[in-house]
Structures are given as structure tokens and as C-alpha cells.
């Protein structure tokens, strides 16, 4: 079965993380079958310094 591995700025609660791997393994079931045992989710938490978009880190001001 999958392995989703999500990549995210820091700040989501663990009851946020939570609910998106339940539902991601819901979801994964649903449309793939197999069990809910067999679905993998990796949450990786991104500090802001460390993620840029457009040129911009995260960590500096947004226009």
C-alpha cells in the first residue's frame, strides 16, 4: 500500500495531523481498498527558514 509523505511549515496542531492521516488513510481505502493498517503517512514539519517560495523564504515579511 502507499506511503504518503507530506511536507509542511511548521505550526499544525498534533489534532490537526492527526485528522489529515486519518482522512488520507480513509480516502486510501475507500479508492484503493486494503486496510487502514497498511497505509503509511510521514509528516515532516518545515521551519519557515527553510522553505522558500518564489524566491522568498517564509521566515522573512510577505508582500
Known amino acids: 500500500?502507499?506511503?504518503?509523505?507530506?511536507?509542511?511549515?511548521?505550526?499544525r496542531t498534533i489534532e490537526q495531523k492527526k485528522k489529515l492521516a486519518e482522512e488520507i488513510t480513509r480516502i486510501s481505502v475507500e479508492?484503493?481498498?486494503?486496510s487502514p493498517a497498511?497505509?503509511?503517512v510521514v509528516i515532516t514539519d518545515v521551519k519557515r527558514e527553510n522553505?522558500?517560495?518564489g524566491g522568498t523564504l517564509w521566515s522573512e515579511p510577505r508582500e
Not at 500500500?1 to 505550526?11: A, F, N, Q, T, V
Not at 479508492?31 to 486494503?34: D, F, N, Q
Open 51 to 53: 522553505w522558500a517560495t
Open 38 to 40: 497498511s497505509v503509511n
Open 31 to 34: 479508492v484503493l481498498g486494503g
Open 1 to 11: 500500500m502507499p506511503i504518503y509523505r507530506i511536507e509542511m511549515l511548521e505550526g
